[in-house]
């Protein structure tokens, strides 16, 4: 049975990518192209200098470290920018829900992000008094598939990663939390996340009607 749960931010509980997408967009603009929601599908669950090379990739510009720097920090600011307006009413359908009937049952609950900005975020949507512990991309170095952030996050839960059950939407996650030896929720696509033991189209599906 499940001890620990262990969720992914961007995706599973809100949805920031549509918020990364506008300021990797407008950084690609202020370089002279065009970046695609297509193109940003590939930097869901990616780090922030890792996402900065695939897109600096699709425009073919090659920047110098100290640019490319600049580049990142330029874009996290138009992204704080974004994501100080966010709001409870933004937690992706039944996500609130599932953590509170989570922590009913007993089972701890801790977040495995590659974001800097997690912490922020939760609490803006007014849910971070809800995990008992946060490992986002202030505390790891490896990213998804890497197993590291989920690894540290059943640590902090004082949990073995069999006892913890990782929920993920990007491919990388769900493999990084195999990797980790949790079982993995797959939240999308049954056909990109195939490796996952379950996959469901969102948190909404898992929240049980109680009458
Ligand atoms: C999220 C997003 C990624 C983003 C990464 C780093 O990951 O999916 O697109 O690049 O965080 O974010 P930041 O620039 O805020 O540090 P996750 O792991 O929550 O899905
Ligand atoms: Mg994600």
């Given at each position: 049975?499940?001890?620990?749960?262990?969720?992914?931010?961007?995706?599973?509980?809100?949805?920031?990518?549509?918020?990364?997408?506008?300021?990797?967009?407008?950084?690609?603009?202020?370089?002279?192209?065009?970046?695609?929601?297509?193109?940003?599908?590939?930097?869901?669950?990616?780090?922030?200098?890792?996402?900065?090379?695939?897109?600096?990739?699709?425009?073919?510009?090659?920047?110098?470290?100290?640019?490319?720097?600049?580049?990142?920090?330029?874009?996290?600011?138009?992204?704080?920018?974004?994501?100080?307006?966010?709001?409870?009413?933004?937690?992706?359908?039944?996500?609130?829900?599932?953590?509170?009937?989570?922590?009913?049952?007993?089972?701890?609950?801790?977040?495995?992000?590659?974001?800097?900005?997690?912490?922020?975020?939760?609490?803006?949507?007014?849910?971070?008094?809800?995990?008992?512990?946060?490992?986002?991309?202030?505390?790891?170095?490896?990213?998804?598939?890497?197993?590291?952030?989920f690894l540290?996050?059943s640590?902090?839960?004082?949990?073995p990663p069999s006892?913890c059950?990782?929920?993920?939407?990007?491919?990388?996650?769900?493999?990084?939390?195999?990797?980790a030896g949790c079982?993995?929720?797959?939240?999308?696509?049954?056909?990109?996340?195939?490796?996952?033991?379950?996959?469901?189209?969102?948190?909404?599906?898992?929240?049980?009607?109680?009458?």
């Amino acid at each position: 049975t499940m001890k620990g749960a262990i969720f992914d931010l961007d995706g599973v509980i809100v949805d920031t990518a549509k918020y990364h997408y506008l300021a990797w967009r407008a950084l690609a603009r202020r370089l002279g192209f065009e970046f695609t929601e297509a193109d940003n599908e590939r930097l869901k669950g990616v780090s922030r200098m890792e996402s900065l090379r695939i897109l600096l990739e699709v425009g073919g510009v090659e920047a110098t470290e100290a640019e490319r720097e600049q580049m990142a920090a330029d874009k996290n600011d138009e992204y704080v920018d974004s994501i100080s307006k966010l709001e409870p009413s933004e937690i992706l359908p039944g996500a609130k829900e599932y953590l509170l009937q989570l922590r009913e049952r007993g089972v701890k609950i801790a977040l495995g992000s590659a974001s800097k900005n997690a912490a922020f975020i939760l609490a803006r949507l007014g849910i971070a008094e809800l995990f008992d512990a946060v490992i986002d991309g202030t505390k790891v170095s490896k990213a998804k598939p890497d197993p590291e952030v989920f690894l540290a996050a059943s640590a902090a839960l004082a949990l073995p990663p069999s006892d913890c059950v990782v929920f993920e939407d990007a491919e990388a996650g769900v493999q990084a939390g195999i990797a980790a030896g949790c079982r993995v929720v797959g939240i999308g696509s049954p056909h990109i996340l195939a490796a996952a033991d379950l996959v469901v189209s969102g948190l909404h599906e898992l929240v049980q009607s109680v009458r």
